[in-house]
């Protein structure tokens, strides 16, 4: 079983933003929130250059990477159009108006 | 719950087959695929769809059929839409399948393989056959037509095993048959019945230089001369031509390239209207409301299209209308050529013959292989014929098609817009000139080679494509001009500029940026949502390229009402600093006119050790530039510069970066004015302007001008009487001297003037155009007539832009002291 930890509140992450949470080492996790309140969470940082997505604008379910435009998307952290490239997703939990990360988890 | 999307909604919908209507598609070419591509866009479920195509190959680009001619490239990598993408769509494709008859009563096709099905809407695209001369022995053995991947087969074939071969036909399609033939080893000969080449693309002195560069190859002409009989051999295949002066020409293979006529035989028989096209309505519309009609097939306006280009205008009406949003209409196209025979650069579009109401501008160089003819009437662009130098022919296109008045631009039109940048590409200009290996993209270091094949595998026809699979001119876009060479020597007429006025905001939105602005000063619109409710926006809540472009709108049309949006803003207008590779931020405090106290310099120092600052750079602009902070450190980095009175220097928006100074008549043995006062004034005065782009401005105290006004958004330049005042320079990728706007004698009146110059820019320009592209297209006795001529003009300008910016507070305070927008910088922990 996975150890959930309450990270925020749905409220502390703007709408179409992100916030950044920090874990023992590099990569951080990007968590993301959409127009309609889902929450999405990726490793922060795209398959392009590795630029910091949680930096990025939130349009729908993808966000652009603040460096070169590479749009992807937050559901499967697939790269669009013509571009190649994953970013790597991270499950999360929104509950009661919490959002959760698994404390000890690997990345997926 | 968990966040992600329940798993049902990723499985296919169960599509209730009976239910949908039946789209059937005759004619499995580009334009027939290309309008259920468009169609598919925008309403993917709404039809059962069937195609019926005579060829027994998917839809396949049948533009590049001459380089597989000339063995440049495979039959494999010309298809558009393999066997899979049809499966993919749920589309039926029966290849090998001629429709021969419709009976519109019963609302069914035929095929002559038997088959029948039923339609509620059908979608004619039986394109075009080529004429065959009607003359004895057109149908020999060994004379072949050039159409298709079958014709292409044939003459690869004949090349294996014979010698000489004859083109009938000196037209675009002739040429690159006989360079094709060529370059497989025959002996080749053009023979055409009008006295030059080309003659409906090009004039004479163009197609003398045509006709010179293709002998070079080793083609060989009979022009003037016409065809009167085939004449069969002792094998019973064609052994020569025979013309109507007698005289006779040995060949072993004819190819005839005479012209195409729309393929109306089908339509004709089902009682369809036809005229030299099957004739069709500005939605596409045939006079059966169920029967739509795209491409070659068709007469619109009494226009029979034969390029590729205006096919794939007429595919998204004919979508729009198949799809049932009605708003689509189709006015005709504005065409253009480009022969596709590597290495030479020929480009022809409008009225490019001239007429006793138009003026021609002509420059002729036969030695260098250069001419270029331009044809203007009532100060418009209608024509245009380039060879050896077609680097501007994006450029012309535009004009062409925009109706540009180009009085202003007259004295140097011939000598083209050199959109190209400056710098990233050594100053090479012509594509075709270059090697494979050739970098045409500095930024992203792209190859000619790699762009060229990339159109070529993935069927590219835009330069936007172009800028997504091989990111050439995505960048900095200096070498966007080369890229569009090398799009139109590969696809020749199929590519088309875009077109330059009516261009859509971005994918989300048919409106342009114009029209946007528009409903937002009209119907007071105040906020994003309600922008994209008003005009129907096609995504929930737009893209990286609207949002932006929208919240700016919004700030400057409604100032202290329409509120900002900072989720729509680029992270590095939301951070207040400028993002660099590694994610960390670079910091720029305001130096008023360049000028700073030992204080300031003290608490920059102090600041740039105390955050562990590892690179301090002076920047162009006169600042002092605090590399590699890192996010969670700005709010507490800018509270201790506060202190020192230094606010942001906004080096990171489209907003006013910098006003660049000498020391001007304080100091200066030359000086006349006082250049620092007038530039800390004008900065003061200009701080925290939004902007469409990124502006910049320079006051110099002398003409020798060391603060580089000539370069600026604006541009001052002291004399003894007053001040002399430039706009819409560039200093960047392509460097661009500023023009003169006006002179006037006091301070007051430069901060007036520069003030209702940027109002007008900040009111009236596309969001991302610096002063330069603006101007460009306003032009300057647009912009002279409104801030300087007309003195009230001036004045509700200045007072608009004044009005705008009261109130405006330093960003950096204003965070530091708003406990709630602290959490875009504070990070969270695991």
Not at chain 2, 415 to 436: I, N, R, V
Not at chain 2, 643 to 649: D, E, Q
Not at chain 2, 781 to 809: H, I, M, N, P, S
Request: aromatic share 6%; proline share 5%; charged share 25%.
């Amino acid at each position: 079983m996975a150890q959930w930890k309450r990270i925020c509140t749905l409220d502390e992450i703007p709408r179409l933003g992100a916030r950044v949470v920090e874990r023992g080492a590099p990569p951080n996790i990007a968590l993301f929130r959409t127009a309609d309140d889902q929450v999405f969470a990726l490793l922060d940082q795209c398959p392009h250059k590795q630029g910091p997505l949680s930096q990025g604008l939130v349009t729908d379910t993808h966000v652009t990477c603040p460096l070169h435009g590479w749009r992807i998307s937050l559901v499967d952290g697939q790269a669009q159009g013509a571009d190649a490239g994953c970013a790597a997703t991270v499950p999360v939990q929104l509950e009661d108006g919490w959002i959760s990360l698994e404390s000890s988890h690997e990345s997926h | 719950m968990t966040a992600h999307p329940p798993l049902n909604s990723l499985q296919p919908r169960p599509i209730a087959e009976r239910t949908r209507p039946k789209l059937v598609v005759v004619g499995n070419g580009m334009a027939g695929v290309r309008t259920l591509e468009e169609l598919l866009k925008l309403a993917p479920d709404k039809y059962d769809i069937t195609v019926f195509g005579s060829e027994p190959h998917p839809n396949y680009n049948r533009i590049l059929l001459s380089p597989v001619l000339a063995g440049e490239m495979t039959l494999k990598e010309i298809i558009l839409n393999d066997v899979d993408w049809y499966e993919n769509h749920d589309i039926k494709l029966n290849t090998s399948s001629r429709i021969t008859r419709i009976d519109r009563v019963l609302r069914q096709v035929f095929s002559a393989d038997g088959r029948v099905e039923k339609y509620d809407r059908l979608l004619l695209a039986t394109g075009s056959t080529p004429f065959i001369l009607p003359i004895p022995g057109h149908d020999l053995p060994g004379v072949l037509s050039y159409r298709d991947i079958a014709d292409t087969d044939a003459m690869i074939e004949a090349a294996s095993r014979y010698h000489h071969a004859v083109v009938i036909g000196g037209g675009l399609l002739g040429l690159e048959a006989a360079n094709g033939l060529r370059q497989r080893g025959m002996t080749v000969t053009v023979v055409h019945v009008m006295p030059w080449l080309m003659e409906r693309q090009l004039d004479r002195p163009a197609a003398e230089l045509l006709k010179k560069s293709l002998e070079d190859r080793g083609l060989q002409f009979k022009l003037g001369c016409e065809t009167s009989e085939l004449m069969r051999g002792e094998d019973g295949r064609v052994c020569a031509l025979r013309f109507k002066d007698g005289s006779t020409l040995a060949t072993e293979l004819v190819v005839m390239s005479v012209g195409i006529r729309p393929n109306t035989a089908l339509a004709e028989s089902a009682g369809l209207f036809c005229h030299r096209g099957i004739v069709v309505n500005d939605t596409l519309q045939t006079f059966d409301p169920r029967i739509y009609a795209v491409g070659e097939c068709v007469s619109h306006r009494g226009i029979a299209y034969g390029l590729v280009a205006p096919l794939f205008e007429q595919a998204k009406v004919a979508a729009n209308h198949l799809a049932e949003y009605g708003i689509a209409c189709y006015k005709g196209s504005v065409t253009s050529t480009k022969l596709k025979v590597t290495g030479i650069d020929l480009f022809s579009a409008g009225q490019f013959m001239g007429a006793d109401d138009s003026e021609d501008i002509v420059l002729s160089d036969p030695a260098a292989g250069v001419y270029k003819k331009l044809v203007l009437k009532d100060d418009q662009l209608v024509g245009a014929v380039l060879y050896g130098d077609t680097a501007d022919s994006a450029w012309y296109m535009q004009l062409l098609k925009d109706a540009q008045k180009v009085t202003e631009l007259r004295p140097h039109l011939l000598f083209g817009q050199h959109h190209l940048g400056d710098s990233g590409h050594k100053g090479e200009t012509q594509a075709s000139s270059l090697p494979d290996h050739a970098e045409i993209c500095g930024c992203n270091g792209v190859c000619k080679g790699t762009i060229i094949k990339t159109i070529k595998e993935r069927g590219l026809f835009t330069l936007e494509e172009v800028r997504q699979h091989t990111k050439a001119s995505s960048s900095c876009g200096s070498c966007t001009g080369l890229v569009e060479q090398l799009l139109a020597s590969t696809v020749g007429g199929a590519y088309q500029p875009a077109d330059g006025l009516h261009k859509a905001l971005c994918p989300c939105t048919d409106h342009t940026h114009e029209e946007v602005r528009k409903a937002i000063r009209e119907e007071h619109l105040l906020t994003i949502p309600q922008i994209m409710t008003f005009l129907v926006w096609k995504t929930p809540n737009g893209c990286a390229t609207c949002r932006p472009a929208l919240n700016y709108y919004l700030i400057s049309s409604w100032p202290h009402e329409a509120r900002d949006d900072p989720q729509s803003r680029f992270i590095n207008e939301r951070a207040h600093a400028n993002i660099q590779k590694d994610g960390s931020f670079s910091v720029v405090p305001r130096l008023w006119g360049g000028l700073a106290t030992p204080a300031e310099l003290r608490a920059i120092a102090d600041a740039a050790e105390k955050y562990a600052v590892p690179t301090l750079k002076i920047t162009g602009g006169q600042r002092i530039d605090l590399l590699g902070v890192k996010k969670k450190d700005l709010p507490r980095m800018w509270a201790d510069l506060a202190k020192s009175g230094l606010v942001s220097g906004h080096a990171y928006g489209k907003s006013l970066r910098t006003v660049k100074t000498c020391v001007g008549s304080e100091h200066c043995r030359f000086g006349t004015q006082r250049s620092m006062a007038l530039g800390v004034r004008l900065e003061k005065m200009l701080f925290g302007m939004w902007t469409p782009h990124k502006v910049k401005l320079a006051v110099s105290g002398c003409p020798r001008n060391c603060a580089e006004s000539g370069i600026k958004d604006v541009g001052i330049i002291g004399v003894d009487s007053g001040y002399e005042i430039y706009v819409a320079g560039n200093g960047g990728i392509k460097t661009v001297v500023a023009q003169f706007l006006c002179k006037v004698a006091s301070d007051d009146e430069v901060l007036e003037v520069v003030g209702a110059f940027l109002q007008l820019y900040r009111e009236q320009a596309r969001y991302l155009d610096r002063t330069v592209h603006w101007v460009e297209r306003a032009g300057l006795d647009f912009v002279k007539q409104q801030v300087v001529e007309d003195l009230e003009q001036r004045q509700t300008l200045y007072e608009r832009l004044l009005f705008a910016l009261q109130g405006t507070e330093d960003p950096w305070t204003e965070i530091a002291a708003n406990p709630s927008h602290l959490q875009e910088f504070e990070v969270m922990s695991l």
